[in-house]
């Protein structure tokens, strides 16, 4: 099932829900945005992302500091604070890594994997 929620007045999509909403989320948006919000029925089959030409292409081009600030900015870490769990970084040295100045070891690449609970390879 998917809900879409349009902005007032405009054609514009504030937000989708995907997936089994549950019926209090639904109550929610019905009693928030009434006559803007539309529930379908999925009538596609889920496709799993990694194995989809768009994913590949673009882990590929993806450099690892560009991956790895992804995975920071997911969990809503500064700079400092990812350098800090990753033990005595300074802010510097991961944003000159985000923005590939700076090369990730292989060993760092080892702790970011752990950090983050993803393949070592992101990474590399």
Do not use: C
Request: glycine fraction near 6%; proline fraction near 2%; aromatic fraction near 8%.
């Amino acid at each position: 099932m998917l809900a879409v929620v349009k902005k007032h007045r405009t054609e514009k999509i504030l937000f989708e829900i995907k997936g089994d909403i549950p019926s209090d989320v639904m109550a929610y948006l019905k009693e928030k945005f009434d006559q803007d919000i539309e529930v379908v029925e999925a009538d596609e089959e889920l496709v799993n992302i990694s194995d989809t030409e768009w994913y590949k292409e673009m882990t590929s081009s993806t450099l690892p500091g560009e991956t790895m600030k992804i995975y920071r900015e997911n969990l809503g870490l500064s700079q400092t604070e990812l350098g800090k769990k990753l033990g005595r970084f300074t802010r510097q040295k991961i944003s000159d890594m985000e923005n590939g100045k700076r090369n990730i070891s292989k060993e760092l690449a080892k702790r970011l994997s752990l950090a983050f609970g993803v393949p070592v390879d992101r990474f590399i």
